[in-house]
DNA sequence: ATAAACTTTCAATAATTTTTGAAAGTTTGA
DNA sequence: TCAAACTTTCAAAAATTATTGAAAGTTTAT
C-alpha cells in the first residue's frame, strides 16, 4: 500500500474509531491528520486536506486544544497559525484519559454517592435492589479512578510493565 | 432523598453515561432501570416506566440482549416475554469490554497491521512521522487487548486486587 | 488611520441518529 | 381453524448533532 492512500485509510479509521467512542468524527479525523504529519498544518491546509469548511476547522481545531491533543505554533515572520499534535501516543493516551475521567466520571461518581444516600423502607426490595446496584457501581467506578489516577503520573514502560507483569 | 426520585436520577444520569461514550441513550436508560429492578419487567412495562413507543422497546431490548446485558424470561402460564439484566457490576463491565473489544478494538488493530505495509521512500519524512505513529498505535493498542484479555477472564476481587497492589 | 491577512462567530442548513406507531407477523389455546 | 395476545418491522417524522459560509472581529505592518 502506497503511502496516499494509507494516509486515507488511517484517517478514515481513525474518524470512525472516534465517533464509536462519542468523539466527533471530524475532530478525530483532524487529529489523525496532525498526528502523521511531520509538519504543523495551518488551517487552509487542514480544511484542503478534509474537505471541510473554515468554521468547522476551527472549532474543531479550539476543541482539540481544549483535550490538550494539539497546540498551535507561530513560525517566525508569519501571520498563520499552524497547529501540530503531540506525537507520543502515550501522553495522548493520558491526556484523553485525564478529560474523560475529568468530564464524565468525576461527575458520574458525584451522583452516585448523592444516591447512596437514598431513604425508605430498609425491607422494600425495590430499595435494597437500587442501594447495592448503586454501591457495587460505586465501588467499581472508585477502582477505576484510582487506576486511571496511576496511569495519570506513570511512565508507559513502567505502566505496562507492571500491568503485564502481573498479568503474564 | 426518596427512592422514586433516587431512580429517576440514576436512569438519567446512566444515560447519559452511556450517550458519551457512543451508546444510545435509552438504551442505557433501559439498562439502568432493568438493573435495579428486583423483579423481571415486561415490554409494556418498561415503554411506561420511560415513555418510550413500543417499537423503541422492542429495538432497545434486542440491543441489550445482543450486548449480553439483559436476557428473556418466561413466566409459567403467561405469554408475555419478561426481561431482566444481570445485576453483577463485574459481569457487565466485562461484558463490555468483551463487546467492544470485539467490535471496535479488533478492527482496528487489523487496520493498523494492514497500514504497518505500507511502502515507499524510506527517507521521505512523511512516511517515517507515518510508520512511526502506526506503530506505536499498533503497541498500545496491543497491550490494551492483552490487559482486556487478561479482565475478561478473571475474577473481580483477583483483578483489582492485583492491579491496585501494583500501584500501591 | 488604514488595509490586508488572518481568525472567530453563529444563524441557517444539512446530515445523521433516534423514535414513533400502525401494520404485518407469530404463537398459543380453544 | 380462528382469534386473541403478543412481538417485530420499517417508512415516516422528530430530535439531535455537525457543518457551512459569510459577516464580524482582530491583529499587524506601513
Same sequence: chains 1, 2.
Avoid: C
Avoid at 476547522?57 to 498563520?80: P, S, V, Y
Avoid at 499552524?82 to 478529560?99: C, G, L, M, P, S
Amino acid at each position: 500500500m502506497e503511502l496516499a492512500a494509507a494516509k486515507l485509510k488511517f484517517i478514515e479509521a481513525w474518524g470512525k474509531l472516534g465517533s464509536e467512542w462519542g468523539i466527533n468524527r471530524t475532530m478525530a479525523q483532524v487529529h489523525a491528520l496532525l498526528l502523521i504529519s511531520p509538519e504543523a498544518l495551518t488551517t487552509e491546509e487542514i480544511m484542503e486536506n478534509l474537505s471541510i469548511s473554515r468554521g468547522n476547522a476551527n472549532m474543531t481545531l479550539r476543541d482539540l486544544i481544549g483535550w490538550g491533543l494539539i497546540e498551535k505554533q507561530h513560525k517566525a515572520g508569519e501571520r498563520k497559525e499552524y497547529f501540530f499534535a503531540d506525537k507520543d501516543v502515550w501522553n495522548i493516551a493520558r491526556q484523553v484519559a485525564k478529560e474523560r475521567k475529568k468530564r464524565e466520571l468525576e461527575p458520574v461518581l458525584k451522583v452516585l454517592n448523592e444516591l447512596s444516600a437514598v431513604t425508605g423502607n430498609e425491607k422494600d426490595p425495590e430499595l435494597i435492589t437500587f442501594k447495592k446496584s448503586v454501591a457495587d457501581i460505586n465501588k467499581l467506578a472508585g477502582n477505576v479512578d484510582k487506576t486511571l489516577e496511576t496511569m495519570l503520573k506513570a511512565e508507559e514502560s513502567w505502566f505496562w510493565g507492571s500491568v503485564l507483569k502481573v498479568f503474564k
